[in-house]
């Protein structure tokens, strides 16, 4: 089977189950009744848009309404509590900006420092630097993100004073995101969400380019006459890099989704708080919409990840028996 | 060989013959050492990795605090007690200056450290004749621990104490009847400890009228709160030290103080120190272990609820994931074909829900509407996706050795499917499936903590906690009362790390060949 037609069929799949997750959520909010808001002042405009969504008719109606609008319209409902009277993708779109500002910044920092703390342990395996490294892993990746967050809004924000303890907001920073009030405000948001990523990420490098250290091509490498540093830039890096590649690309597209506790502990307002307040005050056009946004990403970046296994090295493909 | 045909036998009579082991049974001979078994060898294996088992013994120090960390504390679950708030750690056993001792920080203003420092010397003027500024530093009510040099600052002066969050709350006013005054009074005499001290003349010329429901204003001030003495004039803090406080207790017409001011025919307001009052009520000092919380729950056995809440749901979950898994993975890995081409599909859509949109929906439909509890919910919900990692596992064991040799050799004996299944073929995945369990536990208590964190299961209520419910409430008092975020985080932050490492531990001991490559 060639490669076009394999991306085509997990595509297809993908699809497939896109749909029928979307088809259960709704049914499942639909069921419940949802309790219809006040009237607001635009009462009018609210019962015609309410007729139009077809809220009292039988479910399967009211899907195959929600269908069609999002084909046609690209529709996905209203907002009723959060934006009141908004559609709810562009509540959706008008929350990323915070959301994929915050994880760039932080995949800017952790992906390098990971990749380099990663070949530095490997290379010095089980001398000192690399059980410093080994426990400060383990540390970062028990201890829960809440607890980072909290320990440096406590010594760099509260006791330290160097930055502001939530994240300003954008009218406060001037109305420009890269500002400079901006971005000191974001430091510390960016810094607790990266010491989980650079923790998994020096894990993985370090087990990979170990397992790559000791393998027979290294030592064909260094008979043929290169140095030990040619040997791990030119063989090993490369190998050792096949799974990590597709992990970096699957956190590149995490960035859409964005992480709710860190934006709840510093105030920002991404998606993720957007997610947690549809849940809250159950506003469920936006929580539907919400819900298949984080499963669209969940979805395309394991496809994503498969793919990219594929293209690094041909032998793998992955769903494949 | 090239005789072998002229070989001739030599006839050898019968009776030359006899048997060798005509009275022994056949049996091989036995072994010399003892037999290691697959699961001795792998708990010898876990035993020379030293970090697990020192986090095995951290689990077990930790699930032994669960169960009996309520009978360490004199605090109930669902005490709360208002007054006593946000109070600091305190342990008066081991009461090191500076630690542990109930206090915290604060800078006092000249007019509020008098206040403060009334409260000790109040503590020792029961009879009306007046106290001093020594006396109040000794008092054992005294409600500053220490206090640092005068500084000014903007203006004002300042100095820096170390105040103690318990007898800061002083003295208060309380309506009771006679009755309970009399039972007071009796258990005054019993104990020999003060609770009622001398009411004071609110109503009189030297009590502020905003300052009649404070009983900490024992003493004569006027209207800006600054004391003042015989003759009305205002005193400093240096006048303080140097003279002490005038008390303003009410008095009845011989000049006698007064414990009581008769509100009607059966009413009394009396005005006592609440501390040693709490003694009277409860039976034992004020002395939250790890400070109390917002709501004045002590938090020692808030967090041991919230402990035992993690295990027993981590539990609970890894067991069921563990069973469902199993059984789904054996069924789909053992029929292949068809089986497993549809299990495959199923398990590949639930694990396209993302976790929290599972956890809404049980929420939204099971536990709001009341059909489960939030611990049953979310046991629930963790179990609608959970299982999937087990069952793949499992599965990928079932092909692995489903077409071995010795699973021939058994079906042929005539053993029926479920004896291969599960008496042929799962002991062989068992130690992967052992360590996937494990591995889920402290998976299932971050999420757990991180979901009622966020607070979309809430578990706080007078009888269950969770430490991420605890967290999650104190998020507020971060920068001012960081002890009731300190312990709840450092406890989940123990819990994680020790079960990663035992999980870890586990892992390279049921599975040697992996070690290494993951950690």
Known sequence: MS???????????????????????????????????????????????????????????????????????????????????????????????????????????????????????????????????????????????????????????????????????????????????????????????????????????????????????????RTKGLTKSQAISRHAMKNAMVPILPRILGMILGILGGAMLTETIFGINGIGKLYLQSITTLDYDVFMATSMFYCIIGLASTIVIDLSYGFLDPRIRMGER | MADIKNFVIPDIPASKFRLVQKDADIHDVKFETKPVGFFKDAWRRFCKNKSSVVAAIIIACLLLFAFIGPFITKYEMSEANGTYAKCRPINRALNINGFWDGGYNKKLNDKYLIYIMGIG????????????????????????????????????????????????????????????????????AESGIRAIYPMINIYGEWCDEYNRDDANYWYR??????????????????????????????????????DYMQRDSNMRTVRVLYYNYYQYRNGHAPEFLLGADPTGYDILVRIASGLRLSFLLSIAVSLVNFLVGTIYGAIEGYYGGAVDLIGERISDIISGIPFIVSCVLVKLHMVNTGKMSA?????????????????????????????????????????????????????????????????????????????SFLGIYNFNSRTLTSLGTMLGDGQGYLSTYPHIILFPALAISLLMISFNLFGNGLRDAFNPTLRGGED
């Open chain 2, 221 to 258: 001030h006027n209207a800006k709160q600054w004391p003042v003495n015989e003759k009305g004039k205002k005193m400093e803090v240096a006048d303080v030290m140097e003279n002490g406080l005038i008390d303003n207790y009410l008095r009845d017409g011989d000049g006698n103080i007064m």
């Open chain 2, 121 to 188: 010397m109040g503590a020792e003027d029961t009879e009306g004749e007046g106290c001093q500024w020594s006396d109040g530093i000794e008092s054992q009510y005294g409600a500053i621990i220490s206090i640092g040099d005068e500084y000014s600052a903007e203006g004002n002066t300042y100095r820096d104490a170390r105040v103690d969050s318990y007898m800061e709350m002083g003295f208060q006013y309380l309506s009771l009847t006679e009755d309970q005054y009399n039972d007071i009074k009796a258990w005054e």
């Open chain 1, 3 to 221: 490669t076009f037609k394999y991306v085509l069929k997990r595509i297809g799949l993908m699809l497939v189950t896109a749909f029928i997750i979307m088809t259960i959520c709704f049914v499942l909010i639909k069921l419940l009744e949802p309790e219809l808001p006040m009237m607001g002042n635009q009462a009018e405009a609210e019962r015609a848009r309410r007729e139009a969504l077809g809220w009292n008719k039988p479910i399967m109606v009211q899907y195959a309404i929600y269908l069609k609008n999002i084909f046609t319209k690209w529709d996905w409902g209203t907002s009723w509590k959060i934006d009141y009277f908004q559609p709810a993708a562009s509540v959706i779109i008008k929350r990323l900006p915070p959301t994929v500002i915050i994880n760039s910044l932080e995949l800017l920092i952790s992906i390098p420092v990971g990749i380099i703390l990663g070949v530095f342990a490997a290379i010095k395996k089980n001398k000192w630097q690399d059980h410093l490294i080994s426990i400060i892993i383990m540390l970062f990746i028990s201890v829960p993100v809440f607890v980072y967050a909290f320990l440096l809004q406590y010594l760099l924000g509260f006791k330290l004073g160097w930055f502001p303890l939530i994240m300003s907001s954008l009218y406060d920073a001037g109305g420009k995101w890269f500002s400079k009030v901006m971005l000191k405000s974001m430091v510390l948001p960016v810094l607790s969400l990266s010491f989980g990523s650079i923790a998994g990420l020096t894990r993985m490098t370090r087990a990979e380019l170990t397992e790559a250290l000791t393998s027979d091509y290294m030592l064909l490498a």
């Open chain 2, 375 to 451: 611990f049953g919910g979310l046991v629930f919900a963790y179990f609608l996706t959970g299982w999937i990692g087990q069952a793949y596992l499992v599965r990928t064991q079932f092909y692995r050795f489903k077409n071995q040799e010795y699973i021939l050799a058994a079906r042929t004996l005539g053993a029926k499917d479920g004896r291969l299944m599960f008496k042929h073929i799962l002991p062989n995945a068992l130690g992967t499936i052992v360590t996937a369990c494990a591995l889920d536990i402290p998976s299932v208590i971050l999420s757990e903590s991180t979901l």
